[in-house]
């Protein structure tokens, strides 16, 4: 009865409520933020959701689009503002994901929503996180976040599919709470997100 239908709803009233009741704070970091990068304050990107299904997410911007000798982007690290570490470590740049929340494109806990790029590197086990909502927090995020292998993420992940419930959910949300106040495992070992790259392609085995 949850999963199938009161987690939706619920999903759908925190969204609301949250940009109704965090909207003080929200403009403010849309004031902050669109002076300290001189425009736009939000980041949107293509993500998969539910059943591969594509989807915009929308953060707080936090990186600038700084550029190498070659005029590609530097590594994420490398972008990273100072006002945007601060918004980083306490999870201010999830806060627009509660509109994520009130269109029905996420849930308050999932697994989180991955690059499209990701899809093709999926083994069967592993796309199994595609059958739930994608999450603004989720059983990865309270173990340990970007301080986890990819193979580990994806344990968890696909161990919450498989044990869905009220209890766990309510276990993820606390944890999360405490995060807040306790930032840890937000930057990988090098600072940075290594990107995925999965385990076969065209047949033949990749290192992640």
Not at 127 to 140: E, S
């Amino acid at each position: 009865m949850y999963i199938t239908f009161c987690k939706s709803i619920i999903d759908r009233g925190v969204g609301f409520l949250g940009l109704v009741i965090l909207s003080p704070i929200l403009i403010i970091l849309i004031i902050i933020l669109t002076f300290h990068h001189r425009g736009n304050p939000f980041f949107s990107q293509k993500r998969v959701g539910k059943q591969n299904r594509i989807f915009s997410i929308i953060k707080f911007r936090t990186m600038s689009n700084r550029k190498g000798d070659n005029g590609e982007l530097l590594p994420d690290h490398l972008r990273l503002t100072g006002v945007g570490r601060v918004i980083r470590n306490y999870s201010l740049d999830e806060l627009p994901q509660f509109y994520n929340l009130l269109k029905g494109d996420m849930s308050l806990i999932g697994p989180r929503p991955l690059l499209v790029e990701y899809l093709k590197y999926y083994n069967e086990e592993q796309a199994r996180r595609h059958l739930v909502k994608p999450g603004i927090t989720g059983l990865a995020q309270v173990n340990g976040r970007n301080s986890l292998t990819w193979e580990k993420k994806f344990y968890y992940d696909v161990l919450y599919v498989n044990n869905q419930s009220l209890g766990l959910d309510l276990m993820i949300l606390i944890k999360s709470a405490k995060q807040i106040f306790r930032p840890k495992g937000i930057y990988g070992d090098d600072g940075g997100v290594v990107p995925f790259r999965g385990n076969v392609t065209n047949g033949k085995e990749i290192n992640s």
